[in-house]
DNA sequence: CCCCGGATGAGACTGAGTATCAGGCAAGCC
DNA sequence: GGCTTGCCTGATACTCAGTCTCATCCGGGG
């Protein structure tokens, strides 16, 4: 099955309704290439001539957020945007600077490290993040032109 | 040297002129218990009946944080706040959920995980941010009593 | 096919942060 | 101590992401 198909079943399995709007931003999402904002999917909406209202989007990325189909990043340069990700394990983003693309990164030994910070300093940890930010390889590969062609919000 | 004191000289040593204005932020950051926000400094600013402007703060804000005084964080809230910290090295944040005190934790271990897991993606790394979040053992300890009595933006 | 609670879009609102600009004042110079 | 210069400041307008409200709409169970 396909991301957007999947999306849609994820709102579905949460006793969600489905419906066009629902439906137009899985779409949107799942063709996102890497990250993307509420803008981001507004105007793609708008290049479709799909009338959205921004408090949908907004309400949309709220409960994708919730149900852990996407993540929201806080980037380094103080906005943020968000990630599909893999609902099914906590995990990190690895996240390209360049063209926004994430790869998820599984907790593994993190854990153990988290624990035994908050262990010596006496604080009981109930949440952490991690942030990896770097260049990916396809755009470490290829330069600059591979990296635009790469760039975030390819054909929805 | 106490705090405000060393926020006044990092001023200094960075080439800035000390104004009146910086020397009040530089109290009132020196004076915050645990993390704040801009609109913090604003209201304890006012209550002093200190006459200071919003753009100040943020420019007194954005200084520091290039002078590595204060940091920025995310918190899990999706709001963000200012925490003061050690300029020397590359650090973490362990932060109370509860009061919003927050402790510097060295990299250590963690550069190595980052690096291992940038290598295994192809990725190279720039830049990581790791922050946790949990309860102090001052609030852990004393209960909910102290965890108020510890609140943020204590006398300023 | 009807009904109703959940979903929607428009638009007003908020709060953090930025830009602009005229006036103020720190600090080096004499 | 006065002068000058350029950094600093406060007020204010603005932007931008996100939230709230509310009248209307419509998916889907009965």
Same sequence: chains 1, 2.
Avoid at 81 to 94: F, G, I, R, T
Avoid at 107 to 123: K, P
Avoid at 138 to 145: E, I, Y
Wanted: proline share 3%; charged share 25%; aromatic share 4%.
């Amino acid at each position: 099955m396909d991301q957007t198909t999947r999306i849609v079943r994820a709102f579905e399995d949460a006793g969600y309704q489905t419906t066009p709007s629902r439906r137009l931003l899985a779409e949107l999402v799942a063709g996102s290439r890497g990250h993307f904002s509420a803008a981001d999917l507004l105007d793609r909406a708008r290049q479709r001539r799909a009338k959205v209202g921004r408090a949908t989007i907004f309400r949309a990325l709220e409960l994708l957020t919730s149900l852990h189909v996407v993540e929201r990043l806080d980037l380094p340069n103080r906005s943020h945007a968000y990630v599909m990700c893999d609902p099914d394990e906590h995990h990190h983003h690895l996240v390209c600077s360049r063209c926004g693309r994430s790869v998820d990164v599984a907790d593994g030994e993190l854990a153990r490290l988290v624990d035994e910070i908050g262990r010596r300093n006496g604080y009981r940890i109930e949440t952490h993040r991690l942030e990896l930010f770097g260049i990916c390889p396809l755009c470490a590969g290829t330069g600059a032109a591979a990296a635009v062609a790469a760039d975030r919000g390819g054909p929805a």
